[in-house]
């Protein structure tokens, strides 16, 4: 048993489920839910574009709702848990970071892919100059040898992060690949470490308890797992699973559930279930976000999506190269792929 061992829990069915719903949130379904998980003890709750502060475009997506209008929405409703938004330099700026703290964000999670830290030094320092509570968010850790993630952790502490967050973007990660990477960036650094899954693969919650065992302390999840590919962890069954191990956590997984079913279940497009599809996410390491656009794609060439899901697996894709699944796609229908 864990002993009191206390856990910070992060909710961003508002983000990370801004993908499963295509961006499709309202204010009212924001209100709804940011004071239902406010309510339920949840101590960060992060709203955005599901890639992030500016987001919203051709690329990854329209927004229905402007996103600093759901920031207003949520602060709000939220009057003990910090608000946050997810920054990836390079599709979010200095400026959009101000205007959300206008609008009521209290904390940034500045992300980057896992071998791509540097670029996250400027919008690091404009967080913690702003007076926010500043994460170093490193995406797709699957990628990197661990001795290169302990890298990318060890300068995001030296901008100045409040805590380190290891991202398992695509779902790709076991518990053993958890266990390594948690443990070596856990010794390596002297702010904590948190864990973010997705459940592709289905070893998110196996994958967030590992992550707690070898000395995580914040962990993220969803309601009913809403988010990119299969999902996160579902917040409701993760803080059952570390209440019942003995934790020490905010957050009332009663209230979770109820949330979950009142105002997740009505909203959501498809069940977060895993799909043939999105099973081939976690198998290829192939960043979550792309599901939808990869069966968008599929359909308009007449594809298999698995083979698109494959072959991005194959070039070493990332957040923020969507753009590349329609170019591959048309190489696939025309041959153009050895």
């Known amino acids: 048993m864990a002993k009191g061992k206390k856990i910070t829990i992060i909710d961003t069915t508002l983000r990370d489920g801004s993908h499963a719903v295509r961006h499709s949130f309202t204010k009212e379904q924001v209100s709804a839910i940011a004071g239902g998980l406010d309510k339920a003890g949840v101590d960060i709750i992060e709203l955005s574009h599901g890639d992030g502060l500016g987001g919203s475009s051709y690329n990854y997506g329209f927004s229905k709702t402007q996103e600093l209008e759901l920031l207003e929405a949520a602060s709000s409703q939220i009057t003990n848990a910090k608000l946050a938004v997810l920054l990836l330099p390079g599709i979010g700026t200095i400026a959009d970071l101000k205007e959300a703290q206008k609008r009521g964000a209290t904390a940034v999670r500045v992300a980057t892919h896992v071998t791509e830290a540097d670029v996250s030094a400027e919008h690091i320092h404009a967080a913690k100059d702003l007076g926010m509570f500043a994460v170093g968010f490193l995406m797709m850790s699957h990628m990197a040898p661990t001795e290169r993630v302990v890298e990318e952790a060890l300068k995001m502490e030296s901008y100045g992060a409040d805590y380190i967050n290891l991202a398992d973007s695509a779902g790709y990660l076991t518990p053993s690949g958890v266990q390594e990477r948690i443990e070596a960036v856990v010794k390596a650094v002297k702010i904590p470490v948190g864990f973010h899954a997705h459940n592709n693969m289905g070893m998110a919650i196996a994958n967030s308890l590992k992550a707690v065992e070898c000395g995580a302390t914040y962990i993220d999840g969803t309601l009913r797992g809403l988010g990119a590919g299969s999902g996160n962890a579902q917040i409701e069954v993760l803080a059952g699973v570390l209440n019942r191990e003995g934790y020490d ?53 007449d594809l298999d999506p698995r083979d698109i899901l494959v072959e991005l697996g194959k070039r070493g894709m990332v957040g923020g190269q969507e753009d590349m699944i329609i170019d591959v796609a048309y190489q696939l229908k025309n041959g153009l792929v050895k």
């Open 249 to 301: 956590i905010n957050a009332d997984f009663y209230k979770l559930m109820d949330l979950a079913k009142e105002e997740v279940d009505p909203i959501m497009l498809r069940p977060q279930i895993i799909s043939n599809a999105s099973f081939m996410l976690g198998y290829a390491g192939v960043y979550s976000s792309f599901l939808l656009h990869v069966y968008d794609a599929a359909e308009k060439y």
